[in-house]
């Protein structure tokens, strides 16, 4: 699957339905009959949405794992608290469970953002802060992640 591009402001309904943006939709319909697997992200208050191709890769590395060292297991377990199988119905709709709303904090407004082969889904206030909380570091941390003269495979 290509990358997706886009963050676009959008509304829960109250029994926590999603409409997918169209231009969201539009770069997942490769994908949109093989479902998606949504579930608490590791280092924020926001859900991951994975299509469900993408979520078999990262269980097939995940499997590789050592069960029987305790950290692994832990880990495995963690990670894959709260996953929920997600299907988009016919009128574009995705449903986000109550505990994985609670989980992000998510009440009416939100941010659906594309984060390279996932999307992310926050709730607006969280989003904005999380975005206006890295802005001053963003420059080092650039540098750090991207800026390494070492085999980056041409990214410059």
Same mark, same amino acid.
């Given at each position: 699957?290509?990358?997706?591009? *886009?963050?676009?402001?959008?509304? #829960? $309904?109250?029994? %926590? /339905? =999603?409409?997918? !943006? ?59 608290? *709260?996953?929920?199988?997600?299907? #988009? $119905?016919?009128? %574009? /709709? =995705?449903?986000? !469970? ?59």
């Amino acid at each position: 699957m290509n990358s997706l591009i *886009g963050s676009y402001e959008c509304k #829960v $309904d109250a029994k %926590g /339905r =999603l409409m997918l !943006p169209a231009a969201i939709k539009k770069q997942l319909s490769p994908v949109l009959q093989n479902g998606f697997v949504l579930k608490r992200a590791v280092f924020q208050p926001c859900l991951e949405l994975y299509p469900m191709s993408e979520w078999e890769a990262l269980m097939q590395k995940m499997n590789k794992l050592n069960r029987f060292k305790k950290k692994n297991n832990d880990f495995i377990r963690r990670f894959t608290a *709260g996953v929920k199988m997600i299907e #988009v $119905d016919n009128a %574009g /709709r =995705l449903l986000i !469970p109550k505990d994985l709303m609670v989980f992000s904090d998510i009440s009416k407004d939100i941010v659906v953002s594309s984060a390279i082969n996932i999307i992310e889904i926050w709730d607006k206030n969280k989003y904005e802060q999380a975005i206006d909380d890295a802005t001053g570091d963003f420059a080092d941390l650039a540098e750090e992640v991207m800026g390494q003269d070492d085999d980056n495979d041409g990214i410059s």
